[in-house]
Nanobody, 128 residues
């Protein structure tokens, strides 16, 4: 059974940093892509970053490029999203998601509808 559990959210001042964790089980990173998404109140869910080891693919949304880094600790089966230089507009519930990759895909999927498995979300609030 695939399970994803996020942690690490909280309240931080603008310019600060947070590291989100997503503990994964029931699949391997060799076969599945991992995505980070966020949803602010009244807005649609937005793709923030994704990674696929099988396709050698990493993606960052323009709004977070240069500030966020996605990484994987294989020993802990955990995916991280290191967030720096946080802005009030980064405030949202952050979700990690997983989907099995297929050979014909060009890279990790950036659309939320492609992902089959989701964590419960963790709140990130950035104060100005």
């Amino acid at each position: 059974e695939v399970q994803l559990v996020e942690s690490g959210g909280g309240l931080v001042q603008a310019g600060g940093s947070l590291r989100l964790s997503c503990a994964a089980s029931g699949f391997t990173f060799d076969e599945y892509a991992i995505g980070w998404f966020r949803q602010a109140p009244g807005k649609e869910r937005e793709g923030v970053s994704c990674f696929s080891r099988s396709h050698g693919s990493t993606y960052y949304a323009d709004s977070v490029k240069g500030r966020f880094i996605i990484s994987i600790d294989n020993a802990k089966n955990t995916v991280y999203l290191q967030m720096t230089s946080l802005k009030p507009e980064d405030t949202a519930v952050y979700y990690c998601a997983a989907t099995k990759m297929f050979i014909g895909w060009p890279g990790c999927p950036t659309e939320s509808a492609t992902y089959d498995y989701w964590g419960q979300g963790t709140q990130v609030t950035v104060s100005s």
